[in-house]
């Protein structure tokens, strides 16, 4: 099986940072795009950003202000958080495609989740 485990949520004042980071561990052979969603209280779950092979993709709401990176080595995924504001608040979820050991093909994975809140 594959687990994905979050680290690094928690409270902080509008215009502060947070980092979060996501470490995929199993019977792995490969990872090909990690990412992070997030959901507030009553709203659909969405992207916020994703890292594929090098490239990566942002949430127009997050675009300049937060940045994702990944530690293939590691299986690790990074979302570096600034300038948050309240409307950033959501629980965070990692998410991975992994492909598993005696598999020829991928899954999608999540983690459990990892709370931010953003208020002064």
């Known amino acids: 099986q594959v687990q994905l485990v979050e680290s690094g949520g928690g409270s902080v004042q509008p215009g502060g940072s947070l980092r979060l980071s996501c470490v995929a561990s199993?019977?792995?052979?490969?990872?090909?795009?990690m990412g992070w969603y997030r959901q507030a209280p009553g709203k659909e779950r969405e992207l916020v950003a994703i890292?594929?092979?090098?490239?990566?993709n942002y949430a127009d709401s997050v675009k300049g202000r937060f940045t994702i990176s990944r530690d293939n080595a590691k299986n690790t995924v990074t979302l570096q958080m600034n300038s948050l504001k309240p409307e950033d608040a959501a629980v965070y979820y990692c998410?991975?495609?992994?492909?598993?050991?005696?598999?020829?093909?991928?899954?999608?994975?999540w983690g459990q989740g990892t709370q931010v809140t953003v208020s002064s």
């Open positions: 199993g019977t792995i052979i490969s990872i090909n795009a």
């Open positions: 998410n991975s495609r992994v492909r598993r050991v005696g598999t020829t093909y991928e899954d999608t994975y």
């Open positions: 890292i594929s092979r090098g490239s990566t």
